[in-house]
């Protein structure tokens, strides 16, 4: 009769131990320890915004308490309609949208049509055409302001919204290779079997490949929008009536009426205020922005 030793009793004994441990070990590190790290990431992202809304709600007697308190204790929510009359905000606000509709609108008509000539249709020396695009990307806005400030003030458009518009209606480098990568991945079976019935090339492209990049598209509308939203260097240089400025050049008068004695809460309050739109916009469109970055396949 085989006798079992006391090591082999223990062995026994803690082997679930051990697995139960090595199961805790796993599920810690595939799914609490990820989840910890983008918490920890969010809320180093949520930071700012939380603390640009609690400086814009404070006091001045409580903006200048040191160390800072974490929160405003006593909310001054007449902050944000004062924050409106340091300058025309409303007009601003207006003119700051139809621009960023404009400019959005340009985007998501040209892009398209552009990628869809560099992915979908053959033509002699395509590609060396498209790397000499996507080069652009790499060329810094500063080094063409003198030439394009010069172009357009030979066409008049100096002290109008054109500049900041119709240049979007020729596309964009960084979301034409977006457009073209999410494009390449359509089969082209697709675009042969439109051919064989008879399509020609505008209804392939509006009726079977456009339908299917609308993410791609999404994502490039998020793009043009918070880009013109937030553009700063573009209204400076080309607006001069004041009745044409964008919000973002509104925040600039904060420290025009006294250099020495900014209202650091009536600026944090305008400025969350022009951050807010942003906010809803992608919270509304993220699932679109997120599919049209990450270039996925077809379903």
Same mark, same amino acid.
């Given at each position: 009769?085989?006798?079992?030793?006391?090591?082999?009793?223990?062995?026994?004994?803690?082997?679930?131990?051990?697995?139960?441990?090595?199961?805790?070990?796993?599920?810690?590190?595939?799914?609490?320890?990820?989840?910890?790290? +983008?918490?920890?990431?969010? =809320?180093?992202? !949520?930071?700012?915004?939380?603390?640009? %809304? /609690?400086?814009?709600?404070?006091? *001045? $007697?409580?903006?200048?308490?040191?160390?800072?308190?974490?929160?405003?204790?006593?909310?001054?929510?007449?902050?944000?309609?004062?924050?409106?009359?340091?300058?025309?905000?409303?007009?601003?606000?207006?003119?700051?949208?139809?621009?960023?509709?404009?400019?959005?609108?340009?985007?998501?008509?040209?892009?398209?049509?552009?990628?869809?000539?560099?992915?979908?249709?053959?033509?002699?020396?395509?590609?060396?055409?498209?790397?000499?695009?996507?080069?652009?990307?790499?060329?810094?806005?500063?080094?063409?302001?003198?030439?394009?400030?010069?172009?357009?003030?030979?066409?008049?458009?100096?002290?109008?919204?054109?500049?900041?518009?119709?240049?979007?209606?020729?596309?964009?480098?960084?979301?034409?290779? +977006?457009?073209?990568?999410? =494009?390449?991945? !359509?089969?082209?079976?697709?675009?042969? %079997? /439109?051919?064989?019935?008879?399509? *020609? $090339?505008?209804?392939?492209?509006?009726?079977?490949?456009?339908?299917?990049?609308?993410?791609?598209?999404?994502?490039?509308?998020?793009?043009?929008?918070?880009?013109?939203?937030?553009?700063?260097?573009?209204?400076?240089?080309?607006?001069?009536?004041?009745?044409?400025?964008?919000?973002?050049?509104?925040?600039?008068?904060?420290?025009?009426?006294?250099?020495?004695?900014?209202?650091?809460?009536?600026?944090?309050?305008?400025?969350?205020?022009?951050?807010?739109?942003?906010?809803?916009?992608?919270?509304?469109?993220?699932?679109?922005?997120?599919?049209?970055?990450?270039?996925?396949?077809?379903?």
């Amino acid at each position: 009769m085989a006798t079992i030793t006391p090591d082999i009793t223990e062995e026994r004994l803690l082997r679930p131990r051990r697995a139960a441990k090595d199961k805790y070990i796993r599920v810690g590190s595939q799914k609490v320890l990820p989840r910890v790290i +983008l918490i920890i990431m969010c =809320l180093g992202f !949520i930071l700012p915004f939380y603390w640009m %809304a /609690a400086l814009g709600l404070k006091s *001045n $007697e409580e903006l200048s308490l040191y160390p800072p308190t974490l929160y405003p204790h006593n909310p001054i929510w007449s902050n944000i309609r004062e924050a409106t009359e340091v300058f025309p905000f409303w007009r601003f606000a207006w003119n700051t949208t139809i621009i960023t509709v404009l400019t959005t609108v340009g985007s998501i008509i040209s892009n398209p049509i552009i990628a869809y000539g560099f992915s979908r249709i053959e033509w002699p020396g395509r590609d060396k055409v498209f790397m000499v695009v996507l080069a652009t990307v790499f060329v810094p806005f500063p080094v063409l302001i003198v030439a394009l400030f010069d172009i357009f003030a030979q066409l008049n458009w100096i002290n109008t919204w054109w500049p900041l518009v119709v240049p979007l209606f020729f596309g964009q480098a960084f979301w034409i290779f +977006l457009m073209r990568q999410f =494009l390449m991945q !359509i089969p082209k079976d697709l675009s042969d %079997a /439109a051919r064989i019935d008879g399509a *020609n $090339e505008f209804q392939i492209f509006w009726q079977i490949i456009m339908p299917q990049t609308l993410p791609a598209v999404g994502a490039i509308a998020i793009f043009a929008g918070v880009s013109a939203w937030n553009d700063f260097l573009g209204p400076l240089i080309y607006l001069q009536d004041s009745s044409k400025y964008t919000l973002s050049i509104g925040l600039t008068f904060f420290q025009q009426q006294d250099s020495y004695d900014v209202q650091y809460n009536l600026l944090m309050a305008a400025s969350a205020l022009i951050v807010l739109p942003l906010i809803v916009m992608f919270l509304l469109f993220q699932k679109s922005f997120i599919e049209g970055i990450s270039v996925g396949s077809i379903k």
